[in-house]
């Protein structure tokens, strides 16, 4: 792999990271790309299968001194498997006076002999015969895949489902593919980042702001060493080839930019006073709209996305970082000027993505949590009124779906003793038992990271009637399923909706994590007391002292919590529902993807 920015004898820049299959539909497939210098990048769709391959190219863009593509390939035919190849192509002058020299970079060549066992990448088109499955999952470190980095953070699930998919064990079937991975916030580390990506900080010339200050020595602060992070996660031969194939969604979450990310308005006025948090705003923000955000979007969404217009349409790098920049300042400062979540429909007829007159199939409404929340301490809400009225329209659509799928990367319906705590917090720090004990409590908040739902109690009551006007709607989803992670261990929770009777739609809250950062073992020990009586009772007994009001839900956890890494698929076919849990775990023959439970849903 090349440095960035510089181009391979030839004029042809390298593929630095990707081909990777984001938004899949019918007809429709789009891709994304980092190159080391500015070419066309060129991809052709169903070689040697059709008549006629399918074909698009795009043009790099360059921010920050890297260059990116991302492109749709339309035209595609329905619930069909095609592979498909990448070339490069070179920057042509205005006067060549010869075609442009091009190279194929994907299927990647034999010297990558790792990356080249592995079977061709294609593209599925999606069905219209209303099945689904959807892998899920949060929380991954990128701490390097050998016998120290498993020690640390253990095995990579993302790494053995590629594997289990790949090169399935004899005395077992191929695990069979998802249709969609829905990776649920923290794919980066930025205030913990690996041993390697610590050691190349310690290396670089950091700008003043950041060197002068020992609290981030060791963590992430600008655009150029977010994308290290990104090169690290994803250059890995088996998760690279899991991106090309399998198309994913994304959220962000804290760790995106830094723990505790807008846990409360005593959080972000101290962090407002840092002077590398700036820098750390511009490169968390700025690098997830590249690569992660755009992909999310569907090909009609991408060409309304205003920001890539005027990248596109800039006259040079610069400029396009300049834009780049204000957009990610702002949208810290404004929440409402930029829009993280997204909506996906899977299956649905009578339409091209969500429009009017679709019925059935599976709604997907992916909800950032994170960055649109209103920190007001008087009149605090995990999602804006601008963010709540959009996932209040999202999840009421005009014609019926077979099952309604709220991803959030935090749980909304936690073990009980621990939601209770989180409402019984918040009523503290708002003065519910005295201003003397408002700053220990926000102290408490912050140690513990009592900040999921439960801890905005206005938005967790609102969540829940919205879920019960759904249910008990004329004609109801056979499932809602709640998708979530961030806290290190993954469970499974079901909820009677108070004023809900006789609905057929089963409401459960799904939690997995993570991927590749187990928890603490003191910690696995407070998860599984909090389900002691005792415990419970002395958390309930806390938030009704606050004079917390009880959430118009009551839920109970039914399986878990597992410890281990591991990876949640959700199958739906029709109106049913079922879930698969597998966790990764090392043995004396090396690591493996085991079943850890299986169920139906609905």
Same mark, same amino acid.
């Given at each position: 792999?090349?440095?960035?920015?510089?181009?391979?004898?030839?004029?042809?820049?390298?593929?630095?990271?990707?081909?990777?299959?984001?938004?899949?539909?019918?007809?429709?497939?789009?891709?994304?790309?980092?190159?080391?210098?500015?070419?066309?990048?060129?991809?052709?769709?169903?070689?040697?299968?059709?008549?006629?391959?399918?074909?698009?190219?795009?043009?790099?863009?360059?921010?920050?001194?890297?260059?990116?593509?991302?492109?749709?390939?339309?035209?595609?035919?329905?619930?069909?498997?095609?592979?498909?190849?990448?070339?490069?192509?070179?920057?042509? %002058? /205005? &006067? *060549? !006076?010869?075609?442009? $020299?091009? #190279?194929?970079?994907? =299927? @990647?060549?034999?010297?990558? +002999?790792?990356?080249?066992?592995?079977?061709?990448?294609?593209?599925?088109?999606?069905?219209?015969?209303?099945?689904?499955?959807?892998?899920?999952?949060?929380?991954?470190?990128?701490?390097?895949?050998?016998?120290?980095?498993?020690?640390?953070? %253990? /095995? &990579? *699930? !993302?790494?053995?489902? $590629?594997? #289990?998919?790949?090169? =399935? @064990?004899?005395?077992?079937? +191929?695990?069979?593919?998802?249709?969609?991975?829905?990776?649920?916030?923290?794919?980066?580390?930025?205030?913990?980042?690996?041993?390697?990506?610590?050691?190349?900080?310690?290396?670089?010339?950091?700008?003043?702001?950041?060197?002068?200050?020992?609290?981030?020595?060791?963590?992430?602060?600008?655009?150029?060493?977010?994308?290290?992070?990104?090169?690290?996660?994803?250059?890995?031969?088996?998760?690279?080839?899991?991106?090309?194939?399998?198309?994913?969604?994304?959220?962000?979450?804290?760790?995106?930019?830094?723990?505790?990310?807008?846990?409360?308005?005593?959080?972000?006025?101290?962090?407002?006073?840092?002077?590398?948090?700036?820098?750390?705003?511009?490169?968390?923000?700025?690098?997830?709209?590249?690569?992660?955000?755009?992909?999310?979007?569907?090909?009609?969404?991408?060409?309304?996305?205003?920001?890539?217009?005027?990248?596109?349409?800039?006259?040079?790098?610069?400029?396009?970082?300049?834009?780049?920049?204000?957009?990610?300042?702002?949208?810290?400062?404004?929440?409402?000027?930029?829009?993280?979540?997204?909506?996906?429909?899977?299956?649905?007829?009578?339409?091209?993505?969500?429009?009017?007159?679709?019925?059935?199939?599976?709604?997907?409404?992916?909800?950032?949590?994170?960055?649109?929340?209103?920190?007001?301490?008087?009149?605090?809400?995990?999602?804006?009124?601008?963010?709540w009225a959009w996932v209040q329209q999202q999840a009421q659509p005009d014609a019926p779906v077979d099952h309604l799928l709220l991803?959030?990367?935090?749980?909304?319906?936690?073990?009980?003793?621990?939601?209770?705590?989180?409402?019984?917090?918040?009523?503290?720090?708002?003065?519910?038992?005295?201003?003397?004990?408002?700053?220990?409590?926000?102290?408490?908040?912050?140690?513990?990271?009592?900040?999921?739902?439960?801890?905005?109690?206005?938005?967790?009551?609102?969540?829940?009637?919205?879920?019960?006007?759904?249910?008990?709607?004329?004609?109801?989803?056979?499932?809602?399923?709640?998708?979530?992670?961030?806290?290190?261990?993954?469970?499974?929770?079901?909820?009677?909706?108070?004023?809900?009777?006789?609905?057929?739609?089963?409401?459960?809250?799904?939690?997995?994590?993570?991927?590749?950062?187990?928890?603490?073992?003191?910690?696995?020990?407070?998860?599984?007391?909090?389900?002691?009586?005792?415990?419970?009772?002395?958390?309930?007994?806390?938030?009704?002292?606050?004079?917390?009001?009880?959430?118009?839900?009551?839920?109970?956890?039914?399986?878990?919590?597992?410890?281990?890494?591991?990876?949640?698929?959700?199958?739906?076919?029709?109106?049913?529902?079922?879930?698969?849990?597998?966790?990764?775990?090392?043995?004396?023959?090396?690591?493996?993807?085991?079943?850890?439970?299986?169920?139906?849903?609905?």
């Open positions: 792999m090349s440095v960035h920015g510089e181009a391979r004898a030839g004029g042809v820049p390298e593929l630095v990271l990707g081909p990777m299959l984001r938004h899949v539909d019918a007809t429709s497939a789009t891709l994304w790309f980092e190159t080391s210098g500015p070419c066309t990048v060129c991809v052709e769709v169903g070689g040697g299968v059709l008549d006629a391959p399918v074909t698009a190219s795009a043009s790099t863009w360059g921010v920050h001194g890297h260059h990116y593509a991302i492109l749709v390939v339309r035209g595609l035919p329905e619930a069909s498997e095609l592979p498909y190849r990448v070339d490069l192509a070179e920057p042509a %002058g /205005p &006067d *060549a !006076l010869h075609p442009p $020299a091009t #190279r194929r970079v994907w =299927p @990647p060549a034999s010297p990558d +002999a790792e990356l080249a066992a592995f079977p061709t990448s294609t593209v599925r088109t999606a069905r219209s015969d209303g099945r689904l499955r959807l892998a899920f999952g949060s929380c991954r470190r990128s701490e390097p895949l050998d016998a120290e980095g498993v020690a640390a953070v %253990g /095995p &990579d *699930a !993302l790494v053995e489902l $590629a594997h #289990r998919m790949a090169f =399935p @064990p004899p005395d077992a079937p +191929a695990l069979e593919r998802p249709d969609v991975l829905l990776m649920l916030g923290d794919q980066l580390y930025a205030d913990e980042p690996s041993a390697p990506i610590r050691e190349r900080l310690e290396r670089a010339r950091r700008d003043p702001d950041v060197a002068d200050h020992p609290e981030v020595a060791d963590e992430i602060c600008t655009f150029e060493e977010y994308t290290w992070l990104y090169t690290e996660s994803w250059s890995a031969a088996p998760v690279r080839w899991l991106l090309s194939t399998v198309p994913t969604c994304m959220l962000l979450d804290d760790h995106d930019l830094r723990d505790d990310w807008n846990t409360s308005q005593a959080w972000r006025e101290e962090m407002r006073r840092k002077p590398w948090f700036d820098d750390r705003v511009r490169g968390a923000l700025g690098s997830y709209w590249v690569y992660q955000h755009l992909g999310n979007l569907s090909p009609a969404e991408l060409d309304r996305e205003q920001l890539l217009a005027a990248i596109t349409a800039a006259e040079d790098d610069d400029a396009r970082t300049a834009l780049l920049d204000a957009y990610a300042e702002r949208a810290d400062a404004e929440p409402d000027t930029a829009r993280w979540s997204y909506v996906r429909d899977f299956g649905r007829s009578g339409t091209g993505g969500g429009e009017d007159g679709a019925s059935g199939g599976v709604r997907l409404v992916a909800v950032d949590c994170r960055c649109s929340r209103r920190l007001d301490p008087g009149n605090r809400a995990i999602l804006d009124d601008a963010e991803a959030s990367t935090l749980p909304a319906l936690m073990v009980p003793a621990f939601s209770d705590v989180e409402a019984w917090n918040e009523a503290v720090v708002q003065g519910r038992w005295g201003r003397w004990l408002q700053r220990p409590g926000e102290v408490l908040r912050q140690a513990i990271d009592l900040e999921h739902w439960p801890a905005f109690g206005t938005s967790l009551h609102d969540l829940l009637q919205l879920l019960a006007r759904v249910a008990g709607g004329a004609r109801p989803p056979a499932s809602i399923l709640m998708l979530s992670g961030d806290v290190h261990c993954s469970y499974t929770a079901r909820a009677q909706l108070d004023g809900v009777v006789g609905s057929p739609t089963a409401v459960h809250q799904l939690v997995m994590s993570p991927f590749r950062n187990p928890l603490k073992p003191a910690l696995r020990v407070a998860n599984r007391l909090a389900d002691a009586a005792p415990v419970r009772a002395l958390a309930a007994l806390l938030a009704r002292a606050a004079g917390v009001q009880r959430p118009p839900a009551s839920w109970e956890v039914e399986e878990g919590p597992w410890f281990d890494n591991g990876v949640m698929t959700v199958v739906l076919d029709g109106r049913s529902a079922r879930l698969e849990v597998d966790h990764v775990r090392v043995d004396s023959s090396g690591r493996w993807l085991r079943r850890t439970h299986h169920r139906s849903l609905a």
